[in-house]
C-alpha cells in the first residue's frame, strides 16, 4: 500500500453539490493529519488539521477512521472557488523521515455553474 | 506575521550547472522543509532543517543538499541539474514535530533545459 493515497478524480460537480475525497495511509502510528487545498501553479494552503476522530470548519469537514486508516474530506454546498485540488497529508515515517510530511497525489475538484 | 517567502519565483538552468533556492521561515517557525513537486504529483520530501541541522531526508541524492542559518532561513543547493529536477520547489515552515502544521511559501519554479 502506498503511504498515502487518494480518490483519482477528477471531480466535476454543480454549484451547491456535497463532494467527498477519500485518503487511506499506510502509518498506523499516525497521530495527526491534514488537508491542504492547491490551486493551479499555486503553492499548497492548508485547509484542515485533522488530529481526532475529525474536525468540521464551516462547510468542510474532515474524518477520521484510526482503524480503517481512512481519512474523508467533504465539502457541503460547493462554490465556484473551492475548484482547486485537494491533497492529503500523513506525517512520515519515524527515522529517516522523521518530520516531514507525505502528500497525496491530490484529488481535483471542478465546481460548475 | 510575515509568512513564507521564497526567491526567485523562477529559474532556467541548464544540465550539469548548479542552483540555490532561498527560503525565509514564517516570524515564529523554527523548522523549515523542502519539498519538490513534479507536474501533476503531490510535493516529494526532500529534506527537513532544525536547528541548522538536517532532521530527516527523503529518498533524494547527495547532490541534493541544504542548509538552515540562525534566523530560520534556509537553502536548498543541487548541484549537476539534470533534466528531471525540472519541478516546482516548494519550502514549508512549521514549529517541529510531526504534529504541526507546515506553511508554504509560493515556490520557486525551476526549468532545465
Known amino acids: 500500500r502506498k503511504e498515502v493515497e487518494q480518490d483519482p478524480g477528477p471531480f466535476n460537480v454543480p454549484e451547491g453539490a456535497t463532494v467527498a475525497f477519500n485518503c487511506t495511509y499506510s502509518n498506523s502510528a499516525s497521530q495527526s493529519f491534514f488537508w491542504y487545498r492547491q490551486d493551479c501553479r499555486k503553492e499548497p494552503k492548508l485547509l484542515m488539521s485533522v488530529y481526532s476522530s475529525g474536525n468540521e470548519d464551516g462547510r468542510f469537514t474532515a474524518q477520521l477512521n484510526r482503524a480503517s486508516q481512512y481519512i474523508s474530506l467533504l465539502i457541503r454546498d460547493s462554490k465556484l472557488s473551492d475548484s482547486a485540488t485537494y491533497l492529503c497529508v500523513a506525517p512520515g515515517r519515524e527515522g529517516g523521515s522523521q518530520g516531514n510530511l507525505i502528500f497525496g497525489k491530490g484529488t481535483k475538484l471542478s465546481v460548475k455553474p | 506575521e510575515t509568512g513564507v517567502t521564497q526567491s526567485p519565483t523562477h529559474l532556467i538552468k541548464t544540465r550539469g550547472q548548479q542552483v540555490t533556492l532561498r527560503c525565509s521561515s514564517q516570524s515564529g517557525h523554527n523548522t523549515v522543509s523542502w519539498y519538490q513537486q513534479a507536474l501533476g504529483q503531490g510535493p516529494q520530501f526532500i529534506f527537513q532543517y532544525y536547528r541548522e541541522e538536517e532532521n530527516g531526508r527523503g529518498n533524494f541524492p547527495p547532490r541534493f543538499s541544504g542548509l538552515q542559518f540562525p534566523n530560520y532561513s534556509s537553502e536548498l543547493n543541487v548541484n549537476a541539474l539534470e533534466l528531471d529536477d525540472s519541478a516546482l520547489y516548494l519550502c514549508?515552515?512549521?514549529?517541529?514535530?510531526?504534529?504541526?502544521?507546515?506553511?508554504f511559501g509560493d515556490g520557486t519554479r525551476l526549468s532545465i533545459l
Open positions: 514549508a515552515s512549521s514549529l517541529q514535530g510531526n504534529n504541526q502544521p507546515q506553511h
